[in-house]
């Protein structure tokens, strides 16, 4: 099996962040659509983007694609599809499904065709009737967009947003993924300070140190391809053998967070040591208000609190307003502000250089970006 089709699912405004992210992976053959990057790779990328991709949510495996407009249709399209050939024998297959602007408009029942096509095909392969399914999973998506059924396979299991370090939450964290994003769309190096002032339980620094130092998000957990007997175990050996050879462990960085609720700062403590980056991260209790930095050069990369909540306007206000005069002293640092409110930029009283809208969970955002100059080539203040 030397060429397969994977999809990099993405929540919308990050798909291009994922392209990058799959082309620096070496895999060209790249298509970006909304909300998913679909990509033409061999069995060893199921490991390695599961492994490496910081801003998708899960990666799917392409098994076909076909226009539906009846039930007849998806079963005999979804039947003549090479389910057999990924499936094992005792393999445990659930089906999901999801329509969008399709004739073919109850998911319930697309699931059900789905699953009975499968079994029909698999009680071809394997001469049986009855599949107890006990063994690994083979997750089946059926997806319908404008007629046109998508059917993959999970490779991930948990989306990848769970990268292993945060058993804990707070009652508002900021995923994982789209932490990692904020920061890769930032003008950000390993060699800048950063500072996220509304650091809550730790997420943009940690993912932050994780960039810095190339270390795979995807290293300390578990997939549940991992299970399938069609990918050799060598092969995620030696991917996973890859993340530690091209992890920088020992790169220093200089990543700061703060926020003023001392209990949600000891849940970032307690992430950063659960990734093992307690020398590279440094959290305090601070106000915005109170911010300062000693650096010449940085980045200030945060999720401050947005007011979606009534009775929180003014209070929020009154933050962005401390943000402007804090954020006016570092004048020639970056500054990269991710929030849903829609007068930002009037509170803040700055027009932002670059505005991109992105999603925090179902809360539509504009991410905002303000460049400071560049810092100089030869050793500066910084240092």
Excluded at 138 to 162: F, M, Q, W
Excluded at 180 to 197: C, E, H, K, Q, T
Excluded at 356 to 370: A, D, F, H, S
Aim: charged share 30%; hydrophobic share 35%.
């Amino acid at each position: 099996m030397n060429k397969i089709q994977l999809i990099a699912t993405a929540a919308f405004g990050l798909e291009a962040v994922v392209a990058r992210e799959v082309k620096d992976l070496g895999y060209e053959d790249i298509q970006v659509e909304n909300g998913k990057v679909t990509f033409t790779a061999d069995l060893k990328a199921i490991c390695r983007s599961n492994l490496w991709l910081r801003t998708a949510d899960r990666v799917l495996l392409k098994i076909g694609e076909f226009k539906a407009l009846t039930f007849d249709e998806l079963f005999e399209k979804t039947k003549a599809l090479p389910w057999g050939d990924w499936i094992p024998e005792d393999g445990e297959f659930p089906v999901d499904g999801k329509s969008i602007r399709s004739q073919l408009a109850s998911v319930p029942d697309c699931q059900a065709i789905v699953k009975k096509a499968v079994v029909e095909k698999m009680k071809q392969k394997y001469k049986r009737d009855w599949f107890d399914e006990t063994g690994a999973k083979y997750r089946i998506e059926v997806a319908l967009l404008n007629d046109i059924a998508t059917l993959t396979i999970d490779t991930s299991g948990a989306g990848l947003h769970k990268r292993g370090y945060r058993t804990l939450s707070n009652k508002a964290p900021i995923k994982e993924t789209l932490a990692a994003g904020l920061i890769l769309l930032s003008y950000w190096n390993p060699d800048r300070v950063l500072i996220d002032p509304f650091c809550g339980s730790g997420t943009i620094p940690i993912e932050a140190a994780l960039i810095g130092k190339n270390i795979a998000p995807g290293m300390n957990r578990n997939f549940v391809s991992e299970e399938w007997s069609i990918i050799d175990k060598n092969l995620w050996r030696d991917a996973r053998k890859e993340t530690h050879d091209l992890a920088k462990y020992d790169r220093p960085l200089r990543i700061y967070g703060s926020d003023i609720d001392g209990e949600v700062l000891k849940l970032a403590r307690f992430h950063i040591e659960e990734a093992m980056l307690e020398d590279d991260i440094h959290v305090q209790k601070l106000p915005v208000s109170e911010l300062a930095s000693r650096f010449d050069y940085g980045c200030i990369i945060c999720n401050p609190p947005y007011g979606e909540r009534l009775g929180e306007k003014e209070e929020v206000e009154q933050i962005y307003q401390q943000m402007r005069k804090v954020f006016n002293k570092l004048d020639t640092w970056s500054q990269y502000i991710i929030t849903s409110n829609s007068e930002f930029e009037s509170i803040y009283g700055k027009k932002a250089d670059k505005r991109r809208k992105l999603y925090n969970g179902r809360i539509e955002c504009t991410y905002y970006q303000y460049h400071g100059p560049r810092p100089p080539r030869t050793i500066n203040k910084e240092e």
